[in-house]
Structures are given as C-alpha cells and as structure tokens.
C-alpha cells in the first residue's frame, strides 16, 4: 500500500482474510494461467488527497475508481475476466 499507493505505513492497517487458487484462461498473456490471491482488508484513517471517491483516478501508474462488490459483479468485464477474485473478496470479508 505505501510503495503503490502513495499510503503512509503509519496511516494504514491491513489484516490477512485468507487465500485462493484458481486456474483460469489469461486474456492478458493468451493462454492458461494458475493464480494465488491474498486477501487483505485495509484500513486507512486518511486518504491521500489524490484519491477521488467519485470517478476515477491514478496513482503510481495504476487506474483506480471506487467501486462495491455489486458493482464489479454488474460489470461486463469484470464478470467475465475476475468473478472468482470478486467473490473470493466478497466471501473474506
């Protein structure tokens, strides 16, 4: 979170919610990929001033917006690419 995301170390706690494996098709690389995520909640006291909660908004060369669990499961996209990362999320928290 610090190094990525521009969060001071002091500002910011994660816990460790659990683990997931999954093989799935890569759109990105074209061919059959096995994953392991790590699930971490966080909880920062302030957020940057570069952080937008409405749109979207970049930090360290990385496209971020705010968006909940339905959202994502609603987006075409996402659904198809990242349901198992979305409800491996949703199931951890």
């Known amino acids: 979170m610090s190094v990525e995301f ?11 919610r659990g683990t997931e494996e999954s093989t799935k098709y890569s759109t990105e690389h074209d061919e059959e990929s096995h994953y392991l995520y790590r699930i971490y909640s966080g909880d920062v006291q302030t957020l940057p001033e570069h952080w937008a909660l409405d749109g979207e908004f970049e930090v360290g060369g990385h496209r971020c917006k705010w968006m909940t669990i339905a959202e994502m499961l609603a987006d075409e996209r996402i659904h198809d690419v990242n349901y198992d990362v979305v409800t491996t999320v949703r199931d951890n928290l």
């Not at 521009?6 to 460790?16: F, G, H, I, N, R």
């Open 6 to 16: 521009k969060v001071s170390t002091q500002d910011c706690e994660l816990a460790m």
